[in-house]
């Protein structure tokens, strides 16, 4: 479906300068409930002639208040102590040996990276290791939720069949889910299609304290749509800057961006679709459509490569993981977030005075 320009228009009152001649500005309508319509009309429950006694007393209680900017100047201290400051996600950190990180600047190439790499690892003691790795993500993410001034948001991207879900499973197993939200995008809804092109992710990403997931993600809007045709070309070559932009305005307001890519064979995702087919309790997560898209392995790899090589950032790197072999990409990526938790360094909040001595009355 082509993308529906955004028509909106926004009005800045301030902009709106004074009829000539005219002292003050024009009236304009706003609530019911509030300011009348242009004058001369009578505000709804009030009849012509009479005079309403409590608006008529709110009016004098209005105009004896100081101007809605020094109410905000007012405010300005508790809206300060209410928003953290110097919130900045730290840089990047290396991510788990066996993953390969494209360097900023850097052309991906997905077919020099080998999807079977286990990174010579011994599977039965990396299932050992996973569980180490949760624990430190469980610990982690109850300071980042108690220290509630930052955030991080995790995003899987991968053909059909890679194993975001069962990553997304395995990797968060036992983490607190107050402080974890899961977000999957798929086709976008009509009121989704009706904004910009970001509106719908932004909306999702984590607030303070809060660990986001991504399954699927922004990247859709230049992968899927490429593939399919559904924009033009030079309108998904945009978005790759648009991209950057938003990851940049997430860095720099508390949010760490963690980017996953799940590298699979397509030998891999022909034994996994056929996995599905032939067991009646996968059937579920079987659609038809999927060897259809199957035809276009080549021009989503493709797509792929430019998104990762485009998207990878300073603040915002794409990690590419071996994900033929489940076991290996979920100790690498939990040991990845783990260690990325670990950079963010949360802290307990600072508990009121005297708690110690105090004691609990029988």
């Known amino acids: 479906?082509?993308?529906?320009?955004?028509?909106?228009?926004?009005?800045?009152?301030?902009?709106?300068?004074?009829?000539?001649?005219?002292?003050?500005?024009?009236?304009?309508?706003?609530?019911?409930?509030?300011?009348t319509k242009k004058r001369g009309k009578h505000q709804r429950g009030q009849a012509a002639g009479k005079v309403d006694t409590k608006s008529a007393a709110t009016a004098s209680q209005a105009a004896h208040e100081p101007p809605s900017a020094a109410r905000w100047a007012r405010a300005a201290a508790e809206i300060a102590d209410a928003v953290?400051?110097?919130?900045?996600?730290?840089?990047?950190?290396?991510?788990?040996?066996?993953?390969?990180?494209?360097?900023?600047?850097?052309?991906?190439d997905l077919s020099a990276i080998d999807p079977n790499a286990d990174g010579g690892l011994d599977k039965e003691a990396s299932r050992q290791a996973l569980a180490t790795e949760r624990a430190r993500i469980q610990t982690l993410q109850e300071r980042l939720y108690a220290e509630h001034r930052r955030s991080l948001l995790v995003v899987f991207q991968a053909i059909d069949t890679g194993g975001k879900d069962g990553t997304i499973r395995a990797v968060l197993e036992g983490v607190n889910p107050q402080g974890c939200r899961v977000w999957s995008f798929k086709v976008p809804s009509a009121e989704e299609a009706d904004h910009d092109?970001?509106?719908?992710?932004?909306?999702r990403t984590p607030g303070r304290g809060m660990i986001g997931v991504f399954n699927r993600s922004h990247y859709e809007d230049v992968l899927v749509v490429r593939v399919k045709g559904l924009v033009p070309e030079e309108t998904w070559r945009e978005r790759y800057g648009l991209i950057n932009d938003f990851e940049r305005m997430l860095t720099l307001s508390g949010t760490t961006v963690l980017k996953f890519f799940l590298h699979i064979s397509k030998d891999e995702q022909k034994e996994r679709l056929e996995a599905r087919i032939a067991d009646p309790e996968k059937h579920w997560k079987f659609d038809p459509a999927d060897l259809i898209e199957r035809k276009s392995w080549d021009a989503y790899q493709a797509a792929f490569a430019d998104a990762l090589t485009h998207c990878s950032t300073p603040q915002a790197p794409w990690h590419v993981v071996p994900a033929n072999r489940k076991w290996f990409r979920n100790l690498v990526i939990a040991r990845t977030i783990a260690d990325t938790l670990e950079a963010m360094d949360p802290q307990f909040p600072e508990a009121a005075e005297g708690i110690s001595g105090m004691t609990v009355p029988d």
């Not at 996600?89 to 900023?104: D, N, S």
Request: some cysteine; charged content about 20%; aromatic content about 4%.
């Open 84 to 108: 953290p400051h110097d919130v900045q996600a730290p840089p990047a950190r290396q991510a788990a040996e066996g993953i390969v990180t494209i360097q900023p600047g850097q052309v991906c």
């Open 197 to 203: 092109v970001l509106w719908r992710y932004h909306a």
């Open 1 to 35: 479906m082509p993308e529906r320009p955004n028509r909106g228009i926004v009005v800045s009152l301030k902009a709106i300068p004074h009829a000539p001649g005219r002292s003050r500005p024009i009236h304009r309508e706003t609530s019911n409930f509030g300011m």
